[in-house]
């Protein structure tokens, strides 16, 4: 029975090694203090992996910009919403996967050094569940996402006049068929995020390109059927705001638990058979 203990716990245990994001009160590589007190994580290549390998300058200015990029990537979102109602017609589904890809795209080479450019509650506890970030910062994570999502629905509305009620997202084809959509594209973008940060190698500065264009993959497969959300701070936003909560546990759960399988299978692929 503890020989299968350790094994579960080897298993979920990071490869500091190969430049997981060390657990809390660990810090893997070497490490800088400035003047005034923020200590710095140096990382080979951390630039190029963004999501969870990222210089922490400061566990504020990280939190800061989390709400920070979940606003941008919020605020992009109501901006194309309004755009195509305004240019003649309802949302159009290519214009709206690729907004989603090229923000995702931004935010990852703007504060991906600073916070890791999660924007996703799912991706950061699929992240603390495999020991790739710490646990101790995964609620203020989520707090500032879904801050971030509230304040980007607020100012849409109040710049593009947008109800935030447009900005939710519901089903499209039934229940069943958005939860289980939504739960295979979260799959499909963590375990490419995951990949790619695990390859920054080969991959390096292109790294933000191929997730963009995972997640605008991912919202063209979702669209339809579920609104493409992916991620529960930017459903629950605008349902704060409008205070239309129907069918939200779709999105609260399917994209965390297709995120989890999506590390896990990456997780499941890299394993080394033990001599």
């Known amino acids: 029975m503890t020989g299968w203990l350790l094994k579960i716990k080897q298993f979920f245990k990071p490869d500091l090694s190969q430049g997981d994001l060390p657990r809390d009160g660990q810090v893997g590589g070497s490490s800088s203090s400035s003047g005034n007190g923020d200590t710095s994580v140096s990382v080979q290549n951390s630039a190029s992996r963004g999501f969870t390998l990222a210089e922490y300058l400061n566990p504020v200015r990280a939190i800061m910009a989390e709400v920070v990029g979940t606003f941008i990537l919020v605020l992009c979102i109501c901006g194309i919403i309004t755009s195509t109602r305004l240019t003649g017609g309802g949302p159009v589904l290519l214009e709206y996967a690729t907004t989603a ?137 605008p349902a704060i705001v409008s205070w239309n909560f129907h069918r939200i546990w779709i999105y609260l759960t399917a994209p965390v638990i297709g995120a989890v399988s999506g590390a896990l299978m990456y997780r499941l692929l890299r394993l080394r058979p033990t001599l």
Request: proline share 5%; net charge positive; charged share 5%.
């Open 101 to 237: 890809g090229l923000t995702i795209v931004v935010i990852v080479y703007s504060i991906g050094s600073i916070s890791g450019a999660h924007v996703n509650p799912a991706l950061t506890i699929a992240f603390a569940v495999f020991g790739f970030f710490p646990w101790s910062r995964v609620p203020l994570y989520i707090l500032a996402q879904v801050l971030g999502s509230i304040l980007a629905t607020l100012v849409g509305e109040f710049v593009y006049g947008t109800k935030s009620d447009l900005l939710t997202t519901r089903p499209g084809q039934g229940c069943q068929a958005a939860f289980m959509v939504e739960l295979i594209a979260s799959f499909i973008v963590v375990f490419v995020i995951v990949a790619v940060n695990r390859q920054s190698r080969s991959v390096g500065p292109l790294s933000g390109l191929v997730i963009g264009m995972a997640i605008g993959l991912a919202v063209l497969i979702t669209g339809p059927i579920s609104g493409g959300s992916l991620n529960p701070a930017r459903s629950l936003g």
